[in-house]
C-alpha cells in the first residue's frame, strides 16, 4: 500500500488529499463543537507534503483554513465582533501554513540527507571497483610474468647452460666461463621475476592460503633487503574466504615497505592470530617510528590500508612499539566482506 502511494502521480495524490480534507470538514460538521478535530485538517497537509509539490501543498494548507471558518460558522458559532473573528481566521491560516512550511522543510532535509547517504554508499561502491580492478589487473600482470617472462627467461639459460657445455668441450674456457655467469644472472633474473610475480598474486586460496603467501613475503623480505623478517602464525585461520586474505597481504605488504623505506628497520615481525570470531594481522618493526607531527600516519598508504580494513569491517590501528619502532595491526571479523 505504502509503495502505490509514494509511486503514484502528484495529481492524483492531489485529489486524494482534497478528498480527504472534505472528509474531515464533513465530519467536523456532524460531530459539532462537542468534539475539536483541528488536529485532522493538518492530515491532508501532511499527505500533500510527501506526495505532492510545494504549491499543492499549500493549496490545501489554504483549502484547510477555508473549510475549518466554513465548518465553525456553520454549526453556527459566533464571535464578540468583527475583529475577534478576524483574528480567530487569521490564527487558523497561520497555523496551516505553518504545518505546510514545517512539513516541507522537513522532507527537503530527508531528501538531502537521502542523497548524501546515496552520493556516500555510491562512492564506497566505486571505491571498492577501483581496488577489485587493480588487484585483477596486478593477477594479471602477475600471471603474465610467471608464464611469459619466467618461463622464456628460463628458456634463456637453458641455452647459456647448453653454451656453456659446448664450449667447455671445445677448451674455449674463457668463452665458458663467461656463459657461465650469464647462466647465474640469468637464474637470478628468473628468481627475481618469480618474487615480483608473486608480489603481485601473493595467495593461492588452497589450503595453505594466508599464512603460506605472509612467510613466502617474509622470505622475500629477508631476501632481498637488508631486513631479518620472521612471521608466525597461531589458530585456525579463515581469512583466506571472499578476498579478506588478499587484503590483510596487502596491508602487510604496505606495512613492511612503510618500515624499510621510511622506519629504517632492520628488524620486522609478523604475526598472524585466529580464532572463530576474528583474524588479527600485526606487523612490528624496529624502526625509527613515524615522526611527531604524524604526517607519515596521513599518507597515502596508510590511507589505503585503512580502507582495505574498512572494507573487511575490521579495526585497523599504528602504535608506537614498547621499545620504539612502529606496530601496525588489523582484526577483522570473521564472516562476508561488504
Not at 92 to 99: D, G, K, P, T
Amino acid at each position: 500500500m505504502f509503495r502505490f502511494l509514494i509511486r503514484q502521480s502528484a495529481t492524483l495524490a492531489f485529489i486524494e488529499a482534497l478528498a480527504l480534507l472534505f472528509a474531515i470538514s464533513w465530519l467536523d460538521l456532524a460531530t459539532g463543537h462537542q468534539v475539536s478535530l483541528v488536529l485532522f485538517y493538518t492530515a491532508p497537509i501532511v499527505f500533500a507534503v510527501w506526495l505532492c509539490d510545494n504549491k499543492s501543498v499549500f493549496v490545501i494548507a489554504g483549502l484547510a483554513g477555508v473549510l475549518w471558518s466554513w465548518a465553525d460558522l456553520a454549526m453556527g458559532n459566533s464571535y464578540s465582533n468583527e475583529t475577534v473573528q478576524a483574528c480567530e481566521l487569521a490564527i487558523r491560516f497561520a497555523f496551516f501554513f505553518l504545518v505546510g512550511l514545517a512539513g516541507i522543510a522537513m522532507r527537503e532535509q530527508q531528501r538531502a540527507s537521502n542523497a548524501r547517504i546515496s552520493l556516500l554508499e555510491h562512492t564506497q561502491r566505486l571505491e571498492k571497483q577501483i581496488i577489485e580492478v587493480s588487484e585483477y589487473e596486478q593477477q594479471r600482470i602477475g600471471r603474465d610474468l610467471h608464464d611469459g617472462l619466467c618461463q622464456f627467461l628460463a628458456a634463456i639459460g637453458c641455452a647459456a647452460t647448453s653454451l656453456k657445455i659446448d664450449l667447455k668441450e671445445q677448451r674455449l674456457d674463457k668463452l665458458a666461463a663467461n656463459a657461465s655467469e650469464i647462466e647465474k644472472l640469468l637464474s637470478e633474473s628468473v628468481k627475481q621475476a618469480r618474487d615480483l610475480s608473486h608480489g603481485l598474486v601473493p595467495v593461492q586460496l588452497n589450503e595453505a592460503g594466508l599464512p603460506a603467501a605472509l612467510q613466502e613475503l617474509a622470505a622475500a623480505t629477508s631476501r632481498l633487503l637488508p631486513v631479518e623478517c620472521t612471521f608466525e602464525s597461531a589458530g585456525q585461520n579463515g581469512a583466506s574466504q571472499n578476498g579478506k586474505a588478499t587484503h590483510l597481504y596487502r596491508i602487510a605488504q604496505e606495512a613492511i615497505h612503510n618500515a624499510t623505506q621510511h622506519g629504517k628497520a632492520r628488524k620486522i615481525d609478523i604475526r598472524l592470530s585466529a580464532n572463530a570470531s576474528a583474524t588479527s594481522l600485526s606487523i612490528a618493526d624496529d624502526g625509527i617510528g613515524f615522526p611527531r607531527n604524524g604526517n607519515e600516519t596521513n599518507g597515502v598508504g596508510v590511507s589505503i590500508m585503512r580502507y582495505r580494513a574498512n572494507l573487511m569491517d575490521g579495526e585497523f590501528a599504528i602504535e608506537a612499539g614498547v621499545n620504539g619502532g612502529t606496530i601496525v595491526s588489523c582484526t577483522v571479523p570473521t564472516g562476508a566482506e561488504r
